[in-house]
Nanobody
Framework: QVQLVESGGGLVQPGGSLRLACAAS????????MSWYRQAPGKERELVAA????????NYADSVKGRFTISRDNAKNTVYLQMNSLKPEDTAVYYC?????????????WGQGTQVTVSS
């Protein structure tokens, strides 16, 4: 059974930091690209950061470049999102995603989400 369990969300003041974690099980973690998405109220879900399965190449949304860092620990089957210099506009539910294409079939898994609120 595939599971992605996010943790680390919460309430933080502007300028503060949070570290999200996503613990994966039920699939070959090291073979999947991992991503963090977020969805704010009334907005579409958007990609925040992604890390590849191989050498772990990363990419980020322009809005978080220089502030957020995605990393993965294949030994722990966990992907992280370090979020620094948080802004009120970072407030959203953050979702972990695992993806892999095998034989032309796209396998896509989602976590349940964790709330991040940036407010004074």
């Amino acid at each position: 059974q595939v599971q992605l369990v996010e943790s680390g969300g919460g309430l933080v003041q502007p300028g503060g930091s949070l570290r999200l974690a996503c613990a994966a099980s039920g699939f070959t973690f090291s073979s999947h690209a991992m991503s963090w998405y977020r969805q704010a109220p009334g907005k579409e879900r958007e990609l925040v950061a992604a890390i590849g399965s191989g050498v772990g190449s990363t990419n980020y949304a322009d809005s978080v470049k220089g502030r957020f860092t995605i990393s993965r620990d294949n030994a722990k089957n966990t992907v992280y999102l370090q979020m620094n210099s948080l802004k009120p506009e970072d407030t959203a539910v953050y979702y972990c995603n695992a993806a892999r294409t095998i034989g032309g079939i796209r396998y896509n898994y989602w976590g349940q989400g964790t709330q991040v609120t940036v407010s004074s």
